[in-house]
């Protein structure tokens, strides 16, 4: 475990959750962070990203307009603030800091061997 997440849970449908990711000193040398999920059945997926060196974020099309990636750079914390939640929400989700020349294509990779991950945390929609 090198990132840890927090914030996970259960939610009805139309809520909202926020998650949190203790990023520490993994961001050092990485320029992207990202929340990541797996979905059940399905392989993990990119949600959202931020460009570690300015204000830079990017969606998956399926969470566009209802979660929110922002990072608290003084207290090494990257947020996703999940709102008008669905079922088709439920799964893992994941925190990682990564190396990438453009963080908005991670969002677009089939998968991801490389960077900082945490062990993850339940979403549960219902």
């Known amino acids: 475990v090198q990132l840890v997440e927090s914030g996970g849970g259960s939610v009805q449908a139309g809520g909202s959750l926020t998650l949190s990711c203790a990023a520490g000193?993994?961001?050092?040398?990485?320029?992207?962070m990202g929340w990541f999920r797996q979905r059940p059945g399905k392989d993990r997926e990119g949600v959202a990203v931020l460009w570690i060196g300015g204000a830079t974020t990017s969606y998956a099309d399926s969470v566009k307009g209802r979660f929110i990636i922002t990072r608290d750079k003084a207290r090494d914390l990257v947020y996703l603030q999940m709102n008008g939640l669905q079922p088709e929400d439920t799964g893992i989700y994941y925190c990682a800091a990564l190396l990438y020349p453009k963080c908005s294509e991670l969002l677009g990779l089939e998968s991801i061997d490389f960077g900082y991950w945490g062990q993850g945390t339940q979403v549960t929609v219902s």
């Open positions: 000193r993994y961001t050092y040398k990485r320029n992207c």
